[in-house]
């Protein structure tokens, strides 16, 4: 077996897997896919020391020593071609790790989860129980299952999950995901992709959308329709009209203990509580100030009336 190289820990390094020839073979057999799912210990567990060699002849290196390429063992009984160096950056920073990216069969380039997530201020964290790995990026949290193609958001995102092109593996007891999943589950965004680099940046903090002065004493609105309701957090999911993208209009609406409740407009229902609110429900909500335009949008409530329909 071929010692372990030393070229890891300045830039991440994409690998391609190419074809192996067994011993006493007389022709290479077909590529093998990167599995989803790989036996080892202590997965996606903090890592700060250095790559060193395995001695000839002792086989693979121990999990400790965290050996350059790190592949599954299927792929280490084969030959590694290395393609040119591709630097993955936040911010133009280069981003390092003692796993470097790979590139799938199909072309789809795998990233080291926790590097990205880390180098854009995130943290993550592994289940082992699970077999998942859960991971925060400005206030952007997800649930990545190793050989799930699905990514799981909170609901606050508005969306329960998002497919990604490829199913996130282990290599290395690191956590791989799709370069795709970047952008789509975790909400980064790529603002130089060129050859040999992807630069990576957090999306532009929402901003609160400010009422014009002319309308400033006039109360600001919302309708629409309670689409779930969290009692304990005391909030509301309301969807109003399509917007301009055709997407649902969303915004979860904080209630008080100021909040008046109304269940009917003639106001024969004054003095409900949350608890007597139903999904389906069209309701009328003046807001108690301004709305945060995420997604979905975030807002407070001074009153809420529940339509007669």
């Known amino acids: ?97 003692d796993q470097g990216p790979v590139v799938t ?42 050989g799930s193609q699905v990514a799981q958001l909170a609901p606050e995102e508005g969306k329960a999950a998002v497919e990604m092109s490829r199913a996130p593996v282990i ?14 589950v975790l909400g980064l965004k790529v603002q130089t992709r060129e050859s040999g680099l992807v630069n990576l940046v957090l999306q532009a903090a929402p901003e609160e959308e400010e009422l014009p002065e002319e309308a400033a004493g006039e109360e600001n609105k919302l309708t629409g329709t309670i689409t779930e309701i969290k009692v304990e957090e005391g909030k509301i999911l309301v969807e109003g009209e399509p917007m301009a993208n055709g997407e649902p209009s969303l915004t979860w609406v904080t209630l008080t203990d100021d909040t008046g409740i109304t269940i009917g407009a003639e106001g024969n229902g004054a003095g409900a509580t949350i608890g007597d609110l139903e999904v389906g429900q069209e309701v009328e909500i003046v807001l108690s100030g301004a709305v945060l335009m995420s997604y979905p949008a975030q807002a407070g409530a001074s009153a809420v009336v529940v339509l007669d329909r």
């Not at 290599?171 to 789509?184: F, K, M, Q």
């Open 1 to 97: 077996m071929k010692q372990w190289k030393k070229s890891l820990g300045i830039v991440l390094t994409v690998a391609a897997v190419t074809t192996a020839t067994p011993v006493g073979a007389g022709a290479a057999e077909p590529v093998q896919p990167i599995p989803l799912e790989v036996g080892i210990s202590d997965l996606d567990a903090p890592v700060s020391h250095i790559p060193s060699e395995a001695k000839p002849g002792e086989g693979r290196a121990p999990v400790e020593a965290l050996p350059e390429s790190i592949l599954p063992e299927s792929v280490l009984e084969g030959k590694v071609k290395w393609a040119e160096r591709v630097t993955i950056a936040f911010d133009n920073e280069e981003i390092t790790s």
């Open 105 to 146: 069969e199909e072309g789809i380039l795998l990233v080291p989860l926790r590097a990205v997530v880390e180098a854009a201020g995130g943290n993550v964290v592994w289940d082992e129980a699970t077999q998942a790995v859960s991971a925060t990026v400005a206030g952007r949290t997800a649930l990545f299952g190793i």
């Open 171 to 184: 290599i290395g007891g690191r956590t791989l995901i799709s370069e795709d999943a970047l952008v789509s």
